[in-house]
């Protein structure tokens, strides 16, 4: 026991630097260590790429750059996708704000998805895109904030854990979804999925994908004035904050509980219309592809700063794009992407950690040795 | 080596971030002395004391037991080296009687014998004249016997060094005057004890030396015999203050004010409040007085709307208008709709009055957001609000834009009482006002509720510290267990009376509910 306790005191007291708390950093300086995390999260998947593949790091960084911005239909691509999850992750930003844990974006994505194929599919052809692209728009923003809201009123009327709530969620959204993509696919029952001709979103200056990063562009706009110069957004903070000052000051906790999670559903049922009329033009269970999950990254990543957010989620898709051609150009296991992407956000991540904390180094003391 | 000091500590260096909670700070204490450590709040008393039963690691410096140099890096060192430390708050398993918490975390040697184990404790609070049944259950015992249980269980652990964190804080002057009576037995057998406090009388008549710290810094040791009250101010303050609060007498009082028999549970159905009654009238201070957790949160938020009430009535005498409205059941949003100008300053200061992320301007806003019809938030009146409340109180802030919770606690209380009198209130709440202040700020406070009381304003004053309560309140309530136990002329009371008042109504009830 002695021993042991001799041993600790050695390593962790004599150790040669302990961790403190900043008090605040220079913007700039938080800047460098990211700017050096991510540096050195390169240096290291260079590393990792040589020993487990032997080839080239620097060669496999330039196919990754490729792969993300290499022609002009890719930076397409690459925005669009980013728009997307941009899109998705404005949506769990007020929720989070308000310290209600939305994991469920998946779902209500999904079933604001479900609600736009549903209208192309019934009302497609017979009624003029121009009214039917609205009618899509307004049928989907109501389907995710129901989506939302669900959680919302247990939580309110029972408290019940929202995490695990929204979480539930997601799984009904997918199986409904799985159900109808069955029910829809041609030939029925097949499993292909349809192809929703009527009620596809127009193409502006012949970029297809145009119109959807427009959309969000203005949500970002919208939901920054929202958080920051609104009655609104002034009550979500002082929620998410507090809730015993929120009561102090007389605001209705539950309504705007409910009210951000319903503008959180509805947002994210905003993007389950951009990807089914906008971008994929069918509706399969994998049509929100997990972003549900990583804009929680991306909001988080951003400190919940719509601004920030364009930067976070253009970063996230960069490193899927660039790693994905990775593994396909040299033909690797598309494992071996998600180790790099992995990498580089284990890294960026942690740069997070530098920049509230600092190492300090203990002073060698003299006496020790007398 | 002449004589070796029980403890002593030599440069002792503790930053937090920027924040330097310790300065080179050296002590000592011998066997059979009592030491006090004395400084305002904020200035690096617990955070020393911290350090040496292993919570913190010192940045720098050197710490001796017994003349050897040692290394203390967590509370099992601590004790190792026979040290044993009562912390503000008590770290005790509710269900488990005294007996239990006491030999809790015991390594276990061979067997474990419980009668042997309650032998020795019955033969500790023999010796040095505790008051305790070892098969008392926790949850049944009062704050005093819960220090009693925390004391015991380092002495059994065999402590020769006690370190205690403010023990007064939550005693009555009788159980005080106890706890005193068994440390000074404790000196008397040769224990090192380090009692730490920012209490003046009670450095003077219990402790040998005092050691005084003012931010961080160490200012000196004095022998207790030979300093005075005003002496150690001067070192803890830095410079010469008069400890007199102005009291003008009461003018044009109305009732502002009337709770009538208000009662209140909890979930799990205990009273919280009990048929409470009282006035509380325009241009007066209202002192309550009472033990912790006596009803005191519940009375004040009971008006403010935001604690259900079972029964009673709250009548507000408007005035303006000469009407009275019931405020019960009501929502702040409410109340505050029928032109009710209630002022409340709660205890929990950055997790109820304040949102400690936010700036000064967006807590100025707090009571105001919701004024006007537009959507958008203005923020060009709390913005010139925040300035002046920063220019008349004295603000220590780098801007009107630094989050409040990073602000000294003085600075914090000085943005809420700020605000909360900004709106030119009728009725002025303040529960624990001064907690955790140091005495410049603290008498910033007294002197803002006596310019509210001048005004005209109903002050409703919940205070810990006596001393203060009789000096600063013209009447004063005292409340146990959630009843009136008494009222009190603030201007020919004496603490010992209050005292007596504040523990008849608890042990009422605990005699009342062995009946049941």
Request: charged fraction near 20%; aromatic fraction near 8%.
């Amino acid at each position: 026991m002695k021993k042991l306790n001799d041993f600790m005191v050695k390593t962790f007291c004599n150790a040669p630097c302990h961790i403190a708390k900043r008090d605040d950093i220079v913007w700039w300086k938080a800047w460098i260590i990211r700017i050096v995390s991510v540096l050195l999260a390169l240096i290291v998947c260079g590393v990792i790429t040589v020993a487990l593949t032997k080839l080239n790091p620097i060669k496999m960084y330039i196919t990754m750059f490729e792969g993300a911005v290499g022609t002009s239909r890719l930076v397409w691509n690459l925005f669009q996708n980013t728009a997307i999850l941009l899109c998705i992750s404005l949506a769990v930003t007020p929720a989070f704000k308000m310290r209600f844990w939305n994991i469920g974006a998946e779902g209500q994505v999904l079933i604001g998805g479900l609600a736009t194929a549903a209208c192309m599919i019934f009302l497609g052809g017979r009624l003029p895109n121009p009214v039917l692209i609205p009618i899509m728009l307004v049928v989907s923003i109501v389907a995710g904030s129901i989506w939302g809201l669900v959680p919302a009123y247990f939580k309110t009327k029972f408290n019940s854990n929202e995490t695990l709530f929204t979480l539930m969620m997601n799984y009904i959204a997918i199986q409904i979804v799985a159900y109808f993509t069955l029910e829809w696919s041609v030939p029925k029952g097949s499993g292909t999925p349809r192809t929703l001709e009527f009620g596809q979103l127009p193409t502006l200056l012949d970029q297809k994908y145009l119109i959807n990063i427009l959309i969000v562009a203005v949500i970002t706009i919208i939901m920054y004035i929202y958080l920051k110069y609104s009655k609104q957004g002034y009550e979500i903070s002082v929620v998410g904050e507090s809730e015993k000052t929120a009561k102090y000051v007389g605001i209705n906790v539950k309504k705007v509980v409910l009210r951000t999670m319903a503008i959180s559903g509805a947002i994210c049922g905003i993007a389950g219309f951009l990807l089914v009329a906008g971008t994929d033009h069918s509706l399969k269970s994998d049509t929100a592809g997990g972003r549900g999950f990583t804009a929680i990254m991306v909001s988080w990543l951003a400190k919940f700063h719509p601004v920030f957010m364009i930067v976070t989620s253009l970063l996230i898709v960069f490193l899927e794009k660039g790693a994905s051609k990775i593994s396909e150009v040299y033909r690797l296991n598309s494992s071996f992407s998600d180790i790099i992407t992995g990498i580089i956000i284990f890294f960026i991540i942690g740069s997070e950690f530098f920049i509230n904390y600092k190492v300090k180094f203990n002073k060698k003391e003299k006496e020790a040795k007398v | 080596m002449e004589q070796n000091f029980a403890l002593e500590l030599k440069n002792i260096t503790k930053t937090f971030g920027s924040v330097v909670a310790n300065k080179n700070v050296s002590l000592q204490v011998r066997k059979g002395e009592i030491l006090s450590i004395l400084g305002e709040n904020g200035s690096g008393k617990t955070t020393l004391m911290n350090m040496v039963s292993g919570i913190y690691y010192p940045d720098s410096g050197q710490m001796f037991i017994d003349g050897n140099e040692v290394t203390i890096a967590s509370p099992k060192d601590a004790f190792n080296y026979r040290i044993g430390m009562i912390h503000q708050h008590f770290k005790l398993v509710d269900v488990f009687s005294a007996a239990e918490n006491i030999v809790l975390g015991l390594e276990d040697e061979k067997g474990f014998d419980m009668a042997k184990n309650i032998e020795k404790i019955n033969k500790i609070t023999a010796q040095y004249g505790f008051e305790l049944d070892p098969h008392k259950k926790i949850y049944e015992m009062s704050v005093s016997e819960k220090q009693t249980v925390e004391i015991i269980k380092v002495l059994f652990r065999g402590a020769d060094i006690l370190i205690l964190d403010e023990p007064t804080a939550v005693l009555t002057p009788q159980e005080t005057v106890k706890l005193f009576m068994v440390l000074r037995n404790m000196r008397e057998s040769g224990k090192a004890i380090i009692i730490i406090t920012h209490k003046l009388h009670e450095v003077l008549s219990l402790s040998d030396n005092v050691a005084v710290l003012r931010k961080g810094e160490y200012v000196g040791t004095v022998k207790t015999a030979e300093t005075s009250e005003s002496e150690l101010t001067e070192m803890m303050v830095g410079k010469k203050i008069s400890l007199d609060i102005e009291r003008s007498e009461p003018e044009n009082c109305e009732d502002r004010l009337v709770v009538d028999s208000i009662s209140c549970v909890n979930r799990e159905g205990v009273k919280l409040l009990d048929n409470v009654s009282f006035t509380a009238r325009s241009g007066e201070i209202l002192g309550i007085a009472g033990i912790a957790g006596s009803g005191q949160r519940e009375l004040l938020e009971a008006i403010a709307g935001l604690q259900h009430l079972d029964s009673g009535s709250v009548i507000y005498h408007d005035p303006k208008t000469n009407q009275e409205e019931n405020l019960r059941d009501k929502t702040p949003m409410e109340i505050r709709q029928m032109g009710v100008r209630l002022a409340f300053v709660p205890e929990d200061r950055l997790g109820m009055g304040l949102v400690g992320n936010m700036d000064i301007v967006d807590n100025m806003m707090l009571r105001s957001y919701k004024k006007g019809k537009s959507m958008f938030l203005q923020r060009k009146n709390p913005k010139s609000l925040a300035e002046e409340i920063i220019e008349r109180l004295e603000v220590v802030t780098p801007s009107a834009d630094t989050p409040v919770r990073r602000l000294s606690g003085g600075n914090v209380q000085k943005i809420l009482v700020g605000r909360e009198i900004a709106s030119s209130p009728t009725v002025l709440m303040a529960a624990y006002p001064v907690r955790g202040l140091d005495i410049n700020s603290s008498y910033t406070i007294y002197n803002l509720l006596n310019e509210q009381k001048k005004k005209g304003v109903a002050v409703i004053f919940v205070g810990e510290d006596l001393d203060v309560l009789i000096e600063l309140c013209d009447r004063i309530l005292v409340i146990g267990s959630g009843r009136i136990a008494g009222t009190v002329d603030g201007r020919n009371t004496t603490k010992e009376e209050i005292g007596l008042l504040m523990t008849k109504s608890s042990r009422e009830e605990q005699e009342g509910g062995s009946e049941e």
